[in-house]
């Protein structure tokens, strides 16, 4: 079946790396994304990675992908305080010849000083 | 680039009121668009698959009549809310994908709350 689990909470030191982890069940799953969300707002997409790759880097953000275990991990380095949010772990689901999106519960991330 | 606008993005009306919420892809064309419903501190549920010039998709439990579909051009969907009820209340958010491609992550508005009274 379809399942995204993820960390509910995670509260980290401003300049200090956050590590976010999603595990996911559709081992056929081509991409994983990871989202952003801001109070009120919608979403904001951060990065994604194709299955056939182990680790993306984009600036501050890291993604690494264990396809064996299906985890799947975002590491922010230097966290600010405008990094506050909620982040979600999504993966690609081909279902009757149309592509969606199924979601984690989202990791809440704290910034504080 | 990318850009996806969501309007009206806060509602406050009447139960027994139909409600519009639009949905438009600003700088690239979107043959398929997706209609969230997101609860409070909860994740995204996927409601209705949006297809350009055919009819939605609609996932398990979502009642078509109640939430209407129209994806009249490669650039705009509407979700209707027909009837609305205080249990309707909700965020709704819409995604679009670039044109055929699967191969492109889907780029979401900024969402609309809706609030029946």
């Known amino acids: 079946g379809e399942d995204v689990e993820q960390s509910l909470f995670l509260s980290v030191r401003e300049g200090d790396s956050s590590v976010i982890n999603c595990t996911y069940t559709d081992s056929s799953s081509t991409y994983l994304y990871w989202y952003k969300q801001e109070p009120g707002a919608g979403l904001q997409l951060l990065t994604y990675?194709?299955?056939?790759?182990d680790m993306k880097q984009d600036q501050r953000l890291t993604v690494l992908l264990n396809k064996k275990d299906k985890h799947l991990s975002l590491r922010i380095a230097d966290t600010q305080t405008g990094d506050s949010a909620i982040y979600f772990c999504?993966?690609?689901?081909?279902?009757?010849?149309?592509?969606?999106?199924?979601f984690g519960a989202g990791t809440r991330l704290a910034v504080h000083p | 680039g990318a850009v996806v606008s969501q309007h009206p993005s806060r509602v406050i009306c009447k139960s027994g009121t139909s409600v519009k919420i639009e949905c438009r892809s600003l700088d690239f064309q979107a043959t398929t668009m997706f209609w969230y419903r997101q609860f409070p501190k909860q994740s995204l549920m996927l409601m209705a698959t949006?297809?350009?010039?055919?009819?939605?998709?609609?996932e398990q439990g979502v009642e078509k009549d109640k939430f209407l579909i129209n994806h009249a051009s490669l650039t705009l969907s509407t979700l209707t809310v027909t009837s609305a009820h205080p249990e309707d209340s909700s965020f709704y958010i819409c995604?679009?994908?670039?044109?055929?491609?699967?191969?492109?992550?889907?780029?979401f508005g900024d969402g609309t709350r809706l609030s029946i009274l």
């Open positions: 995604s679009a994908s670039v044109s055929w491609d699967f191969n492109q992550p889907q780029h």
């Open positions: 949006s297809n350009e010039g055919s009819k939605a998709t609609y």
């Open positions: 999504a993966e690609r689901w081909l279902s009757g010849g149309y592509n969606k999106l199924i």
């Open positions: 990675i194709f299955s056939n790759m």
